[in-house]
């Protein structure tokens, strides 16, 4: 995987700036933001472009001061042809993203959760774009882009009473590449079998870990870098992209625990710790 400066985001989704052809190319946006393209195809996951979450939360216990910069406005971007959210929480849906988002890109279809579906229509998607995801329903949005939620344990796995999952992760096929974005999750009985099943090589985790006193006060967890780099071997996936770091003072890991964990990454397990201003191509 490669690492190339590249200090203008909004290049990124210009139609004219494509990837070369059948390369995955990605940037990162903060916390579990990260827009892709392929193919001339561009996606976006989990934008957090706002400071939503800073107003909401001002003198709150667990103050939502965001630690990095909001890297692109999201007036900004436009030739976006999808956007998908892994869930409902605002960092992840953010509602004041989303509706400049279809602002600027009235085509853009976005894939959620079908059990969000109306909590989507509230944050600023247009109905009539909407494409309501269930696990394991294959979506396929081009003829070589196709993408399969599976559920995502956000502390446990949770559904609404139609047994639809309120958190997923998503396994995108751009072509040969397979990724996978876990959204905000953590280990679950089953998640290594889907992993192995449908051929994942990249996979996109948090590492920002979960503990008692977080959840006792609302702030649900993910894995935990040992879990991350565990799952991952017991996989045999190629790379690993950490995400879900940086953002909140509070639920965050620290710069030794990253240069401990750059440090694990082996010709079988390429580590990747993205940063802001680069474009990764696969």
């Not at 059948?22 to 934008?47: C, H, K, M």
């Not at 409902?88 to 279809?102: N, V, W």
């Not at 990249?202 to 008692?212: K, S, V």
């Amino acid at each position: 995987m490669k690492a190339i400066p590249y200090p203008n985001y909004t290049n990124f989704f210009h139609k004219l700036s494509r990837s070369p052809k059948d390369t995955v190319e990605f940037i990162w946006l903060g916390q579990a933001g990260f827009g892709f393209r392929y193919n001339n195809i561009s996606l976006i996951i989990d934008p957090y472009l706002s400071n939503y979450l800073s107003k909401k939360y001002k003198d709150s216990l667990f103050p939502h001061t965001r630690l990095m910069d909001i890297p692109i406005a999201p007036e900004q971007i436009k030739n976006l042809d999808f956007l998908i959210s892994t869930h409902p929480h605002s960092d992840h849906m953010d509602p004041e993203t989303i509706p400049l988002l279809f602002k600027g890109n009235p085509h853009m279809k976005f894939i959620i959760p079908a059990a969000a579906k109306e909590e989507s229509i509230k944050r600023g998607a247009y109905s009539e774009n909407l494409m309501p995801a269930i696990s394991e329903k294959e979506i396929r949005i081009s003829e070589e882009i196709v993408v399969i939620p599976i559920p995502a344990a956000h502390e446990e796995l949770t559904k609404n009473e139609k047994g639809e999952h309120y958190y997923l992760g998503y396994i995108i096929k751009f072509g040969d590449h397979h990724l996978y974005h876990s959204g905000d999750c953590c280990p679950y009985d089953g998640l290594e079998q889907l992993l192995t099943q449908y051929g994942v090589q990249i996979a996109f985790l948090p590492i920002n870990g979960r503990d008692e006193y977080r959840l006792s006060n609302g702030i649900a967890g993910n894995f935990r870098i040992s879990e991350v780099l565990e799952i991952c071997r017991k996989t045999s996936i190629h790379h690993l992209v950490v995400h879900h770091f940086g953002m909140f003072a509070y639920n965050t890991v620290t710069d030794g625990e990253l240069e401990k964990l750059a440090e694990c990454s082996t010709p079988d397990l390429g580590i990747i710790i993205p940063k802001m201003f680069y474009k990764y191509r696969i």
